[in-house]
């Protein structure tokens, strides 16, 4: 008798679990008025329905139809995160300001959701950020398919500057301007501050970040004993893949790896080797200044190049500190 029971409420659950499927196919199509009255009155039954799995279905269905009723969408965005979060996060229900003044209403999980929108307009940023826990300001800050202004960055770190890992969500993201990776550099971990130090060329402190690090040392171990081509077509390797940095380039000059500098300034100046060894020699200000700028390098790190230039390639001219 319980098993049959059992096995009846299964069958239920899964004819429900269809018709939702189907709502949401025949709301996301064209139809007669008297049609869809009919449907949208079934998807106000199921969306009370007391399984979740039913309402968890009717909204993912829902999520991309342009026109759904009121009443279902208050009930859907009202429900638990596993209905609620997926609907909010792509459908385009909401205007930008509508879905911010649902930010602050809703559960942190059905932020996070909110977070993730490809789309996510600048007013439901600022209400995130303004209302949203670390979990869905990490959300925030982990979406790199939109732009965040610096007034969204400036929130958070009034926030959250003393949370070590949510400035390293922030540290991370492509978008960073300098003076905000400045004003972070002293808030996020060793390891966030050792990107930094790659990317940005932003001095640290010595001891956030080794001389030798093993990818340093597996680098050079890569390398050792390939001839000038080779280490050129490794070094493109790494520039296509977009892992060249004149950080690493310089921590590679540093361990005396010339032909990797040379490469490097190269592909990076879009200059003949040649003519960057020469530049290199020191037999014209000028000619170094110039082949610093046109490989991108920031300021903070061309005492460096200069220091490596004048080590090893100095003997054939001089240039003024």
């Known amino acids: 008798m319980n098993n049959e029971s059992f096995g009846n409420a299964d069958i239920i659950k899964l004819e429900k679990i269809l018709l939702a499927k189907k709502v949401g196919l025949f709301l996301g199509n064209r139809s007669s008025v008297h049609e869809r009255q009919a449907v949208e009155n079934v998807a106000r039954l199921l969306s009370k329905d007391t399984n979740i799995s039913v309402r968890e279905v009717l909204a993912y269905e829902l999520r991309y139809c342009d026109v759904i009723p009121g009443d279902v969408v208050e009930r859907i965005v009202s429900d638990v995160a596993d209905v609620a979060g997926p609907f909010l996060r792509d459908t385009n229900y909401f205007e930008d300001k509508e879905l911010a003044d649902l930010v602050p209403t809703v559960e942190e999980r059905v932020r996070s959701y909110i977070a993730e929108r490809l789309d996510l307009g600048a007013i439901t940023q600022n209400s995130i950020v303004e209302t949203g826990g670390e979990n869905s300001v990490s959300s925030l800050l982990d979406n790199y398919t939109v732009s ?22 922030m540290g991370l993201r492509p978008d960073l301007t300098k003076d905000l990776v400045h004003e972070i550099a002293g808030k996020v971990s060793k390891k966030c501050k050792q990107h930094f130090f790659i990317e940005y060329g932003i001095e640290i402190n010595p001891t956030d970040i080794p001389l030798s690090s093993p990818n340093i040392q597996t680098l050079l171990s890569k390398i050792q004993g390939a001839s000038a081509a080779q280490v050129h077509a490794f070094v493109a ?81 001089s240039l003024a500190a």
């Open 237 to 317: 390797d790494l520039r296509s893949q977009r892992n060249l940095s004149h950080g690493l380039v310089l921590e590679m000059s540093e361990h005396g790896c010339l032909s990797f500098l040379e490469s490097s300034l190269a592909l990076l100046a879009g200059l003949p080797i040649s003519q960057v060894q020469d530049m290199l020699s020191l037999k014209n200000s000028k000619s170094f200044v110039k082949l610093m700028s046109m490989a991108n390098v920031e300021q903070v790190l061309a005492p460096r190049y200069l220091k490596v230039a004048k080590r090893y390639y100095g003997d054939q001219g």
């Open 148 to 169: 965040l202004p610096k007034e969204v960055y400036n929130k958070v770190i009034s926030r959250f500057g003393t949370n070590i890992n949510l400035m390293d969500h």
